[in-house]
Nanobody, 120 residues
């Protein structure tokens, strides 16, 4: 499975960009999907995740401002970010846990990341 993320860029404080990530491959089933971010000098941290049962998990910093959603038919996950702050500046990485069709073995896939810079 390969993940392709898009939607980052330079955003003014208070802006509301939407990140998208699509998974591609053959004979696979997506389990959970999510977004992580990593700022220079910081560890990678979970921003938000959504399971195949639509259970949601948000970092405290994302609660109330970010919304994660997925479109199973398109093997895609989205992150709507609102009221961005300079401290949200980071590379945002798409993540998916997946299995080959008919297999119970779960595997991890990471996208290449998309830079989000919040600055005036």
């Amino acid at each position: 499975v390969q993940l392709q993320a898009s939607g980052g860029g330079l955003v003014q404080p208070g802006g509301s960009p939407r990140l998208s990530c699509v998974a591609s491959g053959t004979r696979f089933v997506i389990r959970s999907m999510g977004w992580y971010r990593q700022a220079p000098g910081n560890q990678r941290e979970l921003v938000a995740s959504i399971t195949d049962g639509d259970s949601l998990n948000y970092a405290d910093s994302a609660k109330g401002r970010f919304t994660i959603s997925r479109d199973n038919a398109k093997n895609s996950v989205y992150l709507q970010m609102n009221n961005l702050k300079p401290e949200d500046t980071a590379v945002y990485l798409c993540y998916a846990q997946w299995s080959f069709s008919g297999s119970s073995i779960r595997r991890d896939a990471w996208g290449q990341g998309t830079q989000v810079t919040v600055s005036s």
